[in-house]
């Protein structure tokens, strides 16, 4: 498994509408994604700091991602953070993470 870590930085009194953005857009884009496994999300209430991991099936899949659909994540997000996002890629070494996202059947029709 391998992991993709994106650190932003929210314009001020975002955080609900990148959350919103993040649901409706982004992770239906995710999910389209060769590889892709899940995606956690958190923040620091005091601050304005996101950091987003999306979790991928093997390297490849994660880097092809990175290269053509990113972004378009970046663009969709754009209107909540302030600069570009930070990346980092690793390689998974532990996690408890067992089951892939499943899309509700209601999606696949």
Not at 62 to 80: D, I, P, Q
Request: charged fraction near 25%.
């Amino acid at each position: 498994m391998f992991a993709r870590n994106v650190s932003v930085h929210l314009k001020p009194s975002m955080l609900k509408e990148y959350t919103k953005t993040l649901q409706n857009d982004v992770l239906p884009l995710l999910r389209r994604q060769k590889g892709f496994q899940n995606e956690i999300s958190f923040c620091n209430s005091t601050s304005l700091d996101v950091t987003a991991i999306s979790l991928w099936d093997t390297r490849e899949n994660a880097e092809l991602y990175g290269k053509n659909s990113f972004a378009e994540v970046v663009k969709l997000l754009g209107k909540t953070i302030d600069g570009m996002p930070q990346v980092r890629s690793e390689e998974v070494i532990y996690s408890t993470f067992i089951n892939p996202v499943v899309e509700p059947i209601a999606a696949r029709t």
